[in-house]
């Protein structure tokens, strides 16, 4: 747990400030310097591309969107999915079955072809990206979200709080809220890969992050154009992308066994 | 040679020991109790006989069964002795037949692993052992799954699993706990009258069960055995303080104080209430019908019943948890209506529940101080926490609890603390009725001893109406002054405590009495006990719900619903109340 | 049982209506017609387009006619490739689709089952940590960078196996899109089937059956197997939808004509009858295969189907 969130730790800052400290720009073409190999010299770290553009600077300018598509996507469908979830659970009765319906009806669509449909039809529209992957992802949340809720409001600590006169509101807030948070943070921890996986499926098919802007996705897609004389151009991407997503996995896989634990006792 | 020989067992978790050097031997055909505490290791004993202990457990010591030394790995030789030569019931039916299979392959299932019978002399063999464990239409019952069977039948169906290679041991691990009491009496009759010669190794908290049942009882503390002897005379000359403790603690239904009834003025009245819920089919199941019933001040009101009773949902609904169909609630002289979140402040504050389970009703993110302060800050907003403080230390104080606790959370309290900080939260408010729903059928002897009397000091001193829901007819004996007795949603007698216990007049409350276990081999009765087992709500009797397992039944009681009525200052609802002989009980 | 499927199958249908309502409406609610790029058509000859394609016509009727084609089996022209109908280029590329799904979901089964059983059975053992690496590693690198790195590796350096589809010959040419299409799942199912195995061990009819004598063996066939697989079960609609996107990335990168690239295809070329075609029949799939997942559940577990 502490070695990925160390990795991605410090990913993100490379992320962050390595763009600053390169002599090179993202977007600046040479051609006197096209798929060049990478090495240490000139601070071409992970080579050029077939224009001539750093790889280096552009790999961490696709980390940084990536990231950042990622985490507000999933902070989207934290948002949408906790409240729908939550008022589900603690409403429960009818308004729990038709509300939990639909979610088991949007449940069965294939998604990604909607959004591959919306992505076309509005012209590649950046913000688009988040709505599509958080209308996805929130389906999870709301599920898991929803059945926490519905046990807990069961709970005889919940009735107890009733009986001596506690406010609704002060309910959900001081005695469904906390025992929640451990399994939101667990999904969201979980949710942010699969974000990452939507968004850089899309740029990989050429829907999502638009030239001379980039993602991990698109950076796969260039590779796989040159991988038969410049195989570094797709392997380098495709390494720190797996790196990334497998990080996110496995922090999300200790923070529930570490919560599960907790709940067992 | 003794059948099974236990020599210097001991196991242990890291460096936790939870069984501590015990020895003991098992004859043929004798049948032996294991009592104690829960984590006492009784069970953890039985466990490491079959070598099904977790593998995080380490055990050493040595197990011989028949001659043959019981290794702890040794999976091919114990497969040989499980289930063949040694048999196993446990506890909770529900959890230990398989949900996805039905019971009549479980069961075959065992004849081919042990190369008994198979084919149709397996089905057959089946069938007959269903029919021995008092299945009815044992040949339909064998595709049936044990959720589509009722408690008791799921046990029945354990014990046929447990008997059907004919072991040489039979091993019951709390084979009644989570059974009704008249249905328990049922099932150890059944054991009994099955095993023949089959050795029987019988684990369990209460005394009561091993008292007329086992020849030779092994008394477990804390991982050891700290007496053993014949059951005759260990009940009546214990030497161990552990052993006399026990046999204190445990609550007797045929002797001790009775608290004598008063005659304070009503506290609360039931008027025609009724309760109903609609299952997952959409039909209405009638859980409370038509029951009216006061409260009295200062007194202690048992309603006691199987499950199915209704009991819960009644208080439940008097507290507004849930809604009542029809009637009515009066208290104070105001009726109380409605959910619990639209009554007055003063009319929630007056009433207040303890649950059975303490570790489910506090809230595991808060704190001991915040849990017990909580009904103060909705009460009185206005007050200073450190007013606040003063009165949760004052209320904790006085169900035995120091400021140590303030800052503690649930999960580091034992199962009585948590039990008294619940009922210190309850108690804050100064409530003019408290409600025990099962407050103490969680809790061990002495736990469960200082629980009633924490209560009954708290009623002496500040005139506290209490009702005390249990399914333990010996608790109710000695802590509570009436006792309104419910079957299948209906009230059926209420009586003095006093009144009942000697000379109850419904035939269901002599049967519940009768069902109670004493912790003593020499009142131990031979009664028939109640036969078949409670109904489904969703199809309730004609006439006399309890016509169907009443040996007095005739065609009245199969017609007509009897009215409570009052006969000699108790209530009953029988047909037959005067024209039959009950006897008189304790 | 009968009435259990019944009632699951008339669920189905108000779901299968709304995904064609929802899908039709956001083809037409996309801004830029099909025709835009060929610019400056005289107002006569779009109009004339227009009429043919029946875009003239208000919304409802134009639903009304598409779904009453779709009842037909019609799922109308194709908007780009004039000479065909949305059936016709359905026809062709179902079948390679179907064959490329069908077979990774069956290897996805058989490898992640089996391997997600024998994890759980020697829990912490170091087969069950090789296993739960290979897991962990399958569903953090997506189809679309195992994919081109097996082509790299196994293709072009190799030359062990033929990367594109087209000019390759017999079963080989199935080899790497099959695989890349199953890792993924192989690697989520043998997760799934690892915990619910652990899970499904630790109750306490497992210890009843071993208490009875019961072998390993005979305990998983007879007790632990069947509801062991009951969230594999669950899982197998979204396995569905995911192989399904994965076969978008697989079918462009390995040069495979079916219904994945054409929908990238249509998408792009704004062939909106096309693409809103797939998308129909996708979700029925999809649809029908929870069907079929929801009534099996209830096979299995006896309590469900009582509801």
């Known amino acids: 747990m502490r070695w990925s969130a160390a990795i991605l730790l410090f990913v993100l800052l490379l992320a962050i400030v390595a763009p600053w400290l390169s002599p090179h720009d993202f977007q600046n073409t040479n051609f006197n310097a096209i798929l060049q190999s990478p090495g240490l010299s000139d601070g071409r770290f992970f080579g050029t591309d077939e224009f001539g553009r750093d790889l280096f600077v552009r790999t961490m300018l696709g980390i940084r969107i990536t990231l950042l598509v990622a985490v507000v996507a999933s902070l989207v469908s934290l948002v949408i999915g906790v409240t729908y979830g939550a008022v589900a659970g603690y409403i429960g009765g009818r308004v729990d079955a038709v509300m939990m319906r639909l979610v088991d009806t949007l449940y069965a669509l294939p998604f990604i072809f909607f959004v591959i449909l919306l992505m076309v039809a509005f012209e590649r529209n950046f913000f688009l990206i988040f709505v599509a992957i958080g209308a996805i992802n929130w389906l999870d949340m709301a599920r898991i979200v929803r059945g926490q809720t519905l046990s807990l409001r069961e709970r005889e600590f919940v009735e107890a709080a009733r009986l001596t006169g506690v406010s609704t509101v002060r309910i959900i807030f001081r005695h469904i809220a906390p025992n929640l948070l451990g399994i939101v943070v667990v999904y969201v921890t979980l949710s942010v890969p699969q974000a990452i996986l939507v968004e850089s499926f899309l740029s990989f098919l050429g829907l999502g992050v638009q030239e001379p802007q980039t993602s991990l996705g698109a950076l796969v897609n260039a590779g796989v154009k040159q991988m038969e004389g410049a195989s570094w151009m797709l392997l380098i991407p495709a390494a720190l992308l797996a790196l990334i997503l497998m990080c996110f996995n496995f922090l999300g896989d200790a923070l529930r066994d570490f919560f599960d634990a907790r709940h067992v006792r | ?586 | 049982m009968l009435r259990y499927a019944l009632l699951r199958l008339l669920g189905a249908i108000p779901t299968l209506l709304l995904v064609i309502i929802l899908a039709f409406l956001m083809v037409h609610a996309a801004p830029g017609g099909p025709f835009d790029d060929e610019r400056a058509l005289p107002a006569g000859v779009a109009a004339n387009i227009e009429a043919v394609y029946h875009l003239d016509e208000p919304l409802p009727q134009q639903f009304l006619r598409y779904f009453s084609g779709l009842l037909q089996g019609d799922f109308g022209p194709s908007y780009r490739y004039r000479d065909y109908t949305v059936s016709e280029l359905i026809a062709v590329g179902l079948p390679v689709s179907l064959q490329l799904g069908a077979l990774a979901m069956l290897l996805a089964l058989i490898v992640g089952v089996s391997s997600g059983t024998l994890a759980a059975l020697r829990q912490d053992s170091m087969l069950d940590r090789v296993v739960m690496s290979f897991a962990m590693t399958g569903i953090s690198i997506p189809v679309f960078v195992i994919a081109p790195v097996l082509i790299l590796l196994l293709a072009v350096k190799l030359h062990w196996l033929p990367a594109g589809w087209s000019g390759a010959a017999g079963a080989a040419k199935y080899v790497l899109p099959v695989i890349t299409l199953a890792l993924p799942q192989i690697a989520y199912i043998a997760r799934l089937t690892r915990a619910s195995m652990i899970d499904i061990l630790g109750r306490d009819f497992i210890r009843t059956a071993r208490a009875q004598g019961l072998g390993t063996k005979a305990i998983i066939r007879v007790h632990a197997l069947k509801p062991a697989m009951l969230p594999v079960l669950s899982y197998m609609g979204p396995a569905i939808a995911a192989i399904l996107t994965g076969s978008v990335v697989v079918e462009q990168v390995f040069g495979i004509p079916g219904l994945g690239a054409a929908f990238v295809r249509g998408a792009l070329n704004r062939d909106y009858t096309l693409v809103l075609g797939i998308v129909i029949l996708y979700a029925a799939l999809i649809i029908l295969l929870n069907l079929i997942v929801d009534i099996l559940y209830g096979v299995i577990d006896p309590r469900v189907r009582q509801r």
Do not use: W
């Open chain 2, 1 to 586: 040679m003794s059948l099974l020989e236990v020599n210097d067992l001991r196991i242990r978790y890291g460096d936790n020991a939870v069984v501590d050097a015990v020895s003991f031997e098992v004859n043929r055909g004798e049948s032996v109790g294991l009592v104690g505490e829960s984590g006492s290791g009784k069970s953890q004993t039985a466990m490491a006989l079959l070598g099904l202990l977790p593998r995080s457990a380490r055990r050493t010591g040595g197990i011989r069964f028949d001659g043959t030394e019981i290794i702890a790995n040794d999976e091919r030789a114990l497969d040989r002795i499980r289930g063949r030569r040694i048999g196993m019931v446990f506890q909770d039916p529900m959890q230990a037949l398989n949900p996805y299979l039905r019971i009549g392959k479980q069961l075959r299932e065992i004849l081919l692993q042990h190369r008994i019978a198979d084919g149709a002399a397996a089905d057959a063999q089946v069938v007959a052992m269903l029919g021995r464990v008092g299945l009815p239409d044992p040949e339909r019952q064998f595709d049936v799954f044990p959720h589509q069977l009722s408690g008791g039948m799921r046990q029945r169906v354990m014990i046929a699993a447990a008997l059907i290679a004919e072991p040489d041991l039979l091993i019951a691990d709390e084979p009644t706990t989570a059974l009704d009491v008249t249905v328990q009496a049922q099932i150890l009759d059944l054991l009994e009258e099955l095993r023949d010669d089959t050795a029987l190794l019988l684990i369990t908290h209460d005394l009561g069960i091993v008292a007329g049942r086992c020849e030779r009882l092994l008394v477990f503390e804390k991982g050891k055995i700290v007496e053993s002897g014949a059951t005759a005379s260990l009940f009546t000359a214990p030497r161990n303080e552990h052993t006399k403790r026990l046999l204190a603690d445990a609550p007797r239904i045929d002797r001790g104080d009775i608290p004598p009834a008063g005659c304070g003025k009503t506290v609360l009245g039931i008027e025609s209430a009724s309760v109903s819920y609609s299952d997952n089919g959409g039909d209405e199941l009638q859980a409370v019908r038509d029951v009216s019933l006061s409260l009295r001040e200062a007194e202690t009101l048992a309603i006691v019943g199987e499950s199915g009773s209704g009991k819960s949902s009644l208080v439940r609904s008097i507290l507004g948890l849930i809604p009542m169909r029809s009637g009515r609630v009066v208290y104070a002289g105001a009726p109380l209506e409605g959910p619990v979140q639209k009554r007055a402040a003063a009319q929630r504050r007056d009433l207040q529940l303890v649950f059975q389970d303490p570790a489910s009703a506090l809230n595991p993110q808060m704190r001991i101080e915040d849990v017990v302060g909580e009904p103060l800050s909705v009460h009185a907003p206005g007050s200073s926490s450190d007013s606040r403080r003063q009165a949760v230390l004052a209320i904790l104080e006085k169900v035995g609890l120091n400021k140590d606790y303030l800052r503690r959370y649930p999960h580091q309290l034992s199962g009585g603390q948590a039990q008294r900080v619940a009922i210190a939260r309850a108690l804050i408010l100064e409530p003019k009725i408290l409600i025990c729903d099962e407050a103490v059928a969680a809790l061990d002897g002495a736990a469960r001893r200082k629980i009633l009397e924490l209560l009954k000091a708290v009623q002496d001193e500040s005139g506290l109406s209490i009702i005390f829901i249990s399914h333990d007819l010996s608790v109710v004996r000695s802590s509570c002054h009436r006792v309104a007795v419910m079957y299948l949603g209906l009230l059926i007698e209420v009586a003095n405590t006093e009144a009942l216990f000697s000379a109850p007049r419904h035939p269901y409350s002599r049967a519940l009495i009768d069902a109670s276990p004493i912790p003593d081999p020499l009142a131990a009765r031979a009664t028939a006990p109640l036969k078949g087992e409670v109904p489904s709500l969703r199809s309730p009797p004609s006439g006399c719900v309890f016509h169907p397992r009443c040996a007095f039944a005739e065609e009245q009681c199969r017609e007509t619903r009897p009215q409570l009525r009052n006969l000699e200052g108790a209530r009953v609802a029988c047909h037959r109340a005067e024209g039959i002989d009950l006897g008189l009980c304790y």
